[in-house]
């Protein structure tokens, strides 16, 4: 069935007059009567009685007039819920975050997108680098923001943000007052790193192999947090984002070794599945995060080098 037949015979049955339909439709009465014609071959019955003067519907005529109603009144609500969307005043979006990306970068971002968006329905999911990537595979998040390198051919991805992993330990460790620090002398130190699927780890481990390193004998950690914590109450030594500890370096809790050999680089990026078409929310939140945090410096930089071993 043609929709805008649909619409013409719901005017006509509804003033059981061709001329104000026409006048309603601003169309010709000819015109109106051909498309009532048209919808009576497609349906195969006659939906108004012309015997008279009036006309009136049929028995056919009638059933489709109320199924019209039901039709019409459809398509204005999905009209309003698609304008909605378009207007980014409803919709959902579920992101999926890297740990230090999740708990370390965008947590104020977040909430500063949804006091401006408040109609869309936000979650967001923390994991490993390699868990997000495959749940953004796998289609349970619209969005991701990791550590690379993205090697899926299934994503696209485009780079968002630098980052820093240094070494760090506490402020009573023998290293801290050490220099200089070599990869020699952090051997007999407990390491702790993050688990395996992490994408810290796995920078770390790209840079070990770079330089032929063979590291000390590690405790993973699921968490940062649990990481920081035995660095600072214990003797371990880790490798760390900077944006993981500038608060702790701020106020003096952590030092850190910010030089060569220990200084490892990596990128962070925004991932979408191929597959999918990205909604509204998606590209909103995607541009939103770009203009906060590039144009917002995150780091502290000069609060974290008064606490660096040089």
């Not at 770390?204 to 920081?228: D, M, N, S, V, Y």
């Amino acid at each position: 069935m043609d929709f805008q037949q649909l619409k013409t015979f719901y005017r006509v049955a509804s003033h059981l007059n061709f001329t104000r339909a026409a006048e309603e439709l601003h169309l010709s009465q000819p015109a109106v009567s051909r498309q009532i014609e048209a919808l009576e071959n497609t349906i195969g019955l006659p939906l108004f009685d012309r015997a008279s003067r009036k006309i009136s519907l049929t028995e056919a005529g009638y059933v489709l007039f109320r199924q019209c109603e039901q039709i019409l009144r459809l398509v204005d609500s999905t009209r309003v819920a698609i304008d909605t969307l378009k207007n980014l005043e409803s919709g959902s979006l579920h992101i999926g975050l890297s740990s230090t990306v999740g708990n370390y970068i965008l947590p104020h971002t977040i909430l500063q997108f949804t006091h401006k968006y408040p109609g869309i329905q936000t979650k967001v999911a923390i994991a490993c680098t390699r868990d997000v990537l495959d749940q953004l595979e796998n289609g349970a998040i619209d969005i991701a923001v990791v550590s690379g390198p993205i090697t899926s051919n299934a994503l696209y991805v485009e780079p968002f943000l630098q980052d820093e992993i240094v070494l760090v330990m506490g402020n009573e460790h023998p290293l801290s007052q050490q220099d200089p620090i070599t990869f020699e002398s952090i051997q007999p130190f407990p390491l702790l790193l993050r688990a395996e699927g992490s994408g810290t780890r796995e920078a770390i481990a790209r840079h070990a192999a770079r330089r032929g390193w063979q590291l000390p004998h590690a405790i993973e950690f699921e968490t940062t947090e649990a990481i920081k914590q035995a660095i600072m109450t214990g003797s371990g030594i880790g490798f760390l984002s900077t944006f993981a500890v500038r608060f702790e370096m701020r106020y003096g809790l952590i030092r850190a070794v910010h030089r060569e050999p220990f200084l490892v680089s990596r990128s962070f990026f925004i991932a979408s599945n191929k597959a999918r078409h990205p909604s509204p929310g998606t590209l909103a939140f995607k541009t939103f995060i770009r203009k906060t945090i590039i144009d917002r410096p995150l780091c502290g930089r000069n609060d974290f080098l008064n606490n660096t071993v040089t």
